[in-house]
């Protein structure tokens, strides 16, 4: 592996890097030199590489934020040159769906050499992305954003919320959680960023018909953001890095886009410790199970205590961790039971079917929803939903 | 599409301007991408994806500005104002220059506009040598589908006028 900075006069601004084992050269940040010598390095690298693979080389300009026509046109001439004198070589261009020009602009040269071609990364990002992230699960956020909010409201004050300041909230899936923090709290700015765009499409129809403004709905992969370094007072990020395989490369995007002194914020489960009574047992055995479930899935849905290990491996000081327990008597018991309702859909109904569990496993599985759901609606019964809510400072 | 002196169509409203002496903008290279995108993010905030289109704004207007930047000035400011109407954003930079350069711009715009025009992007793209402001200009047509125009403001002073429909633009 070979990584070549850029030079002086637009340094630190790109990264050019080439990886022979995927055969993949890579651009990364924004490219605006003033004449092509100050590409010399880059350019180098890119004929090296060519000169090294075999069958394809992979362009990946998926975090290309910009590039002038100058450095478009100088890196073009290598490829276009060089599938006129190597024909045994494709070339693979690798764009993104959140950068608006690279794919309609890598895409044009195709038309001059065939031998080039352009995929839009646009696939599954995080494992569970098929059950989670279609139509199905929108009810279930409503729900619980309505019920976690009641804690959440008097939370955030102590991990930096207040009136005036910029932020994020990064993985915002249908958006509610910004429309209530923007009611509540009057930041100056919030950009609400998800991967979802049919999440996306119903915040927008949501502000839009009640009349909501000064929330910046945004596309995009928060494993690898368009967002500047240093811009916002408070990042959150709710119920999310539980679903990545990788939440610390997440954790890392939350940190390079938070300012310097300011705080991210994020809310995570343990699944295992959801709990209710009467029918105790017949509760905890299923959301073990739901704990395995998710693992076999590639995702740790018991990440809540771990919130504090992940944010001080992150780089951030002054680690904040509380827990609060969402319960039926929090509102209406009625909420609490549509959202077990929900989850043993999509568990026992989607996630364990696509594991291959047998039926008279899937059985056991969904009594202990029913179970929470009987405690949940019980006159004397009780049923609660842990939560684990943790901030750290970024570094000034 | 909006073709009429600006006087005519009161409806763009003036979003920002930034004026600055030629000499000055002309001193460091990297003014055109420290403008560029500072204005592009300051006007995204109510377009339904800021994010994107500070993205894409900022790529048009940073090409506009290097395209003036390579201009042969005669002194004096350059004006950048950005309007918008709609989903559409309006770029208008004002400058001083030469009747020789007047003349190579208005010829420039012009041609940009042919219906040759894709055809005349590819050939520019494959070509060897370095691209020119004619192709930077080109590339605002075909990539973004902007509307080009020349206005003369006095003998001596261009304003170029660069529509960008990009506002309705969301993922
Ligand atoms: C469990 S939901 C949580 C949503 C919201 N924060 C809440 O509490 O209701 C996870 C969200 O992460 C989003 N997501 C998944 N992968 C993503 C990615 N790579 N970039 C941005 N968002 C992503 C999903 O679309 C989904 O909306």
Redesign the pocket.
């Known amino acids: 592996m070979t990584a070549h900075p850029a030079p002086s006069s637009i340094s630190g601004r790109f990264k050019a890097h080439f990886d022979l084992n995927n055969q993949e050269f890579s651009l990364a940040g924004s490219v605006r030199p003033q004449t092509i010598d100050e590409l010399a390095p880059s350019l180098g690298l890119l004929k090296e590489s060519i000169e090294s693979v075999r069958g394809v080389l992979y362009i990946n300009v998926r975090r290309l934020a910009q590039m002038n026509n100058t450095a478009f046109h100088a890196f073009s001439r290598v490829i276009i040159d060089a599938c006129r004198v190597r024909p045994d070589l494709r070339f693979v261009v690798i764009t993104s769906s959140v950068v608006g020009w690279t794919t309609r602009k890598f895409g044009r040269l195709s038309k001059i050499e065939p031998g080039i071609t352009v995929e839009e990364y646009d696939s599954e990002?995080?494992p569970?992305?098929s059950f989670?992230?279609e139509g199905g699960?929108i009810p279930i956020?409503?729900t619980?954003?309505k019920m976690?909010w009641r804690h959440e409201r008097s939370i955030l004050p102590r991990h930096g919320m207040r009136p005036g300041i910029v932020m994020a909230?990064?993985?915002?899936?249908?958006?509610?959680?910004a429309v209530l923090v923007q009611k509540e709290f009057e930041p100056s700015r919030i950009v609400a960023?998800?991967?979802?765009k049919s999440?996306l499409a119903y915040a927008r129809n949501v502000a839009s018909e009640f009349d909501i403004t000064g929330i910046e709905y945004t596309y995009?992969?928060?494993?690898e953001?368009l967002l500047d370094d240093d811009q916002f007072d408070l990042v959150?990020?709710?119920?999310?890095l539980?679903?990545?395989n990788r939440p610390a490369q997440?954790l890392k995007e939350l940190f390079r886009i938070c300012k310097p002194g300011g705080r991210v914020y994020i809310?995570n489960e343990k699944n295992s410790h959801c709990l209710g009574e009467p029918r105790g047992e017949s509760i905890r055995w299923t959301y073990n199970e739901v704990a395995k479930l998710f693992e076999h899935f590639d995702m740790d849905v018991e990440l809540g205590p771990k919130s504090r290990r992940y944010l001080a491996d992150a780089g951030f000081d002054d680690i904040r961790v509380e827990q609060f327990m969402v319960t039926n008597l929090d509102g209406d018991p009625k909420d609490f039971a549509d959202m077990i309702a929900a989850w043993e859909d999509v568990y026992a109904g989607d996630m364990a079917v696509k594991r291959g569990d047998s039926s008279e496993f899937i059985k056991q599985f969904r009594q202990g929803f029913k179970d929470h759901i009987s405690a949940a609606l019980h006159p004397k019964g009780y049923a609660g939903w842990p939560i684990w809510a943790a901030s750290g400072q970024k570094p000034l | 599409m909006p073709t009429k002196d600006a006087n005519a169509e009161p409806s763009f409203r003036t979003m920002i301007q930034v004026d600055m002496e030629i000499v000055s903008f002309l001193s460091n290279w990297a003014h055109c991408d420290y403008i560029s995108s500072y204005l592009a993010r300051t006007i995204s905030h109510n377009r339904p994806d800021s994010v994107l289109f500070s993205n894409l704004f900022s790529s048009a207007l940073n090409e506009l500005l290097e395209v003036t930047f390579r201009t042969r000035h005669s002194g004096g400011a350059l004006e950048c104002r950005l309007s918008r109407l709609g989903e559409t954003d309006r770029i208008e930079l004002t400058f001083a220059c030469s009747r020789e350069e007047h003349t190579f711009l208005e010829d420039a715009i012009a041609r940009v506009q042919g219906a040759d025009r894709q055809a005349r992007y590819l050939s520019s793209l494959s070509g060897d040598v370095a691209p020119s402001r004619d192709m930077m200009l080109l590339e605002l047509t075909v990539n973004y589908n902007a509307t080009l125009r020349l206005e003369e403001v006095d003998a001596d002073t261009v304003t170029i006028v660069v529509d960008l429909p990009l506002g309705g633009l969301a993922n």
């Open positions: 990002f995080y569970g992305q989670l992230e699960f956020l409503r619980q954003t976690t909230d990064i993985c915002c899936g249908i958006g509610d959680f960023l998800d991967h979802s999440s995009g992969d928060a494993s953001m959150t990020c709710r119920h999310s539980q679903i990545f997440i809310t």
